[in-house]
């Protein structure tokens, strides 16, 4: 079955960066484009960034663009978030989630979740 | 940049059907999908392509799409349907993004 594990998540200051992982397992992981979706404590979902199933594109929100970069290394089933000069408003819920194409885009597998808390 | 808006809340009685919107910009022209996110879990893909239901999806969810506004109506509501609800939309330049979400109380 599906599954999407992610880990990285934890307590960083202001300023500092981190980096998320995401391991897949139980699909052809380079068949996949991939997204990270985050929520805050309470609040929304929110889209992070997708990369394309061969990580030749890739796109982010507003929010994040110069600031996160999203990789993947399609040898080791495994995706990342690169997040720098993290801000308090980074603080939330980051989600690994993958996308299907056929008969219309649609996220169809979500993680768990690892937090990510930024503060001094 | 694109943006999607929901109706903070929806109530509706058990057996009733709940009707959530979520407006944007000719969203008619994109495809919109809903999700259903419960306390401490991950987002619930309930409808693609407009209308479309994943395997394992109740029939009672169902939804559409046209000019400015997306619909996703849940028919025979039952308890088990309290819920977060989010809409999404992809198109040649919008990769996913959500709407505000909205929260189903069943009273």
């Known amino acids: 079955q599906v599954r999407l594990a992610e880990s990285g998540g934890g307590v960083v200051q202001p300023g500092r960066s981190l980096r998320l992982s995401c391991a897949a397992s139980?699909?052809?992981?380079?068949?996949?484009?991939m997204h990270w979706v985050r929520q805050p404590p309470g609040k929304g979902l929110e889209w992070v960034a997708v990369?394309?199933?061969?990580?030749?594109?890739?796109d982010y929100a507003d929010s994040v663009k110069g600031r996160f970069t999203v990789s993947r290394d399609n040898s080791e089933n495994t995706l990342y978030l690169h997040m720098n000069s993290l801000r308090a408003e980074d603080t939330a819920v980051y989600y690994c989630?993958?996308?299907?194409?056929?008969?219309?885009?649609?996220?169809?597998?979500w993680g768990q979740g690892t937090l990510v808390s930024v503060f001094s | 940049s694109y943006g999607l808006t929901q109706p903070p809340s929806v109530s509706v009685s058990p057996g009733q059907t709940a009707i959530i919107t979520c407006s944007g910009d000719?969203?008619?022209?994109?495809?919109a999908c809903w999700y259903q996110q419960k306390p401490g879990q991950s987002p619930v893909l309930l409808i693609y392509q407009d209308t479309r239901r994943p395997s394992g999806i109740p029939e009672r969810f169902s939804g559409s799409n046209s000019g400015n506004t997306a619909t996703l109506t849940i028919s025979g509501t039952q308890a088990m349907d309290e819920a977060d609800y989010y809409c999404q939309a992809w198109g040649t330049t919008t990769h996913g993004v959500f709407g505000t979400g909205t929260t189903v109380t069943v009273i």
């Open positions: 990369i394309w199933y061969d990580g030749n594109n890739k």
């Open positions: 139980g699909f052809t992981f380079s068949n996949y484009g």
């Open positions: 989630a993958r996308e299907t194409a056929v008969a219309g885009r649609r996220i169809d597998y």
């Open positions: 000719k969203l008619g022209d994109k495809y």
